[in-house]
């Protein structure tokens, strides 16, 4: 069982620089979350998916976007890199029903980005 | 604001003994509160949630606490072994429509465990 899988596990970015950290499941999760771990900080929560085609933001959405074409992918965009992007990301999957409000989420390892 | 504070931030204790961690949350309304454990390079894993009407729960060697009234859980760990060694991570969940949870999380204690 894969579980989540984040790809890459590290990068270091150029100020202004673009990339997609990428984010799959394989357990049929109908929600999917990206969270940035701050050192001394709380996750936060950047955006979120309900279900393919539907995206909402979070509490940190500003410098990010994401999309959900497929149940199993939800890859996060960094267009214009900038320092206060450097963080952890982590990528997570939860499976939610109707009346049901007490989803685990499964988190993927993380990706630890630096933008310099 | 809603906020889940942590205590101790870090805490150092010796293998075999038994330790408590504390989180203190102002989260309202209130859903449920979830423990989860960190290992350092990975993602967090849900070791258990509770809510309001649950006052505890245990996992094994770990079992959590809740206080509603208070806003108080705590964490003890039992017959500690070098593989607790981690971050644990206190969070609350706000009442939510179908599936929208909002939760907030707290900043950690991280716990090492020395042979």
């Known amino acids: 069982n894969a579980g989540v899988t984040q790809t890459p596990k590290f990068r270091i970015l150029k100020i202004g620089q673009s990339m997609t950290l990428q984010c799959a499941q394989d357990?049929?999760?109908?929600?999917m979350y990206w969270y940035r771990q701050d050192p001394g900080m709380g996750l936060k929560l950047i955006y979120y998916?309900?279900?393919?085609?539907?995206?909402d933001k979070g509490e940190v959405p500003n410098g990010y976007n994401v999309s959900r074409s497929t149940t199993e992918d939800f890859p996060l965009r960094l267009e214009l890199a900038a320092p206060s992007q450097t963080s952890v990301y982590f990528c997570a999957s939860s499976y939610s029903r109707q009346g049901a409000f007490l989803n685990i989420q499964y988190f993927g390892a993380g990706t630890r980005l630096s933008v310099l | 604001k809603n906020q889940v504070e942590q205590s101790p931030q870090s805490l150092i204790i010796l293998e075999g003994k038994n330790c408590t961690l504390q989180c203190n949350y102002t989260v309202s309304p209130f859903s449920n509160l979830r423990w989860y454990k960190q290992d350092t390079g990975r993602g967090p894993v849900s070791l258990t949630i509770?809510?309001?009407?649950?006052n505890t729960k245990s996992n094994g060697r770990y079992t959590a606490t809740l206080d509603a009234d208070t806003k108080q859980s705590s964490l003890h760990i039992t017959a500690s072994q070098l593989s607790d060694s981690a971050s644990y991570i206190c969070v609350v969940s706000l009442t939510s429509n179908f599936g929208n949870e909002k939760l907030t999380f707290g900043t950690g204690t991280r716990l090492t465990i020395i042979p």
């Open positions: 357990m049929n999760h109908n929600y």
């Open positions: 509770m809510t309001f009407s649950e």
């Open positions: 998916s309900v279900g393919a085609g539907i995206t």
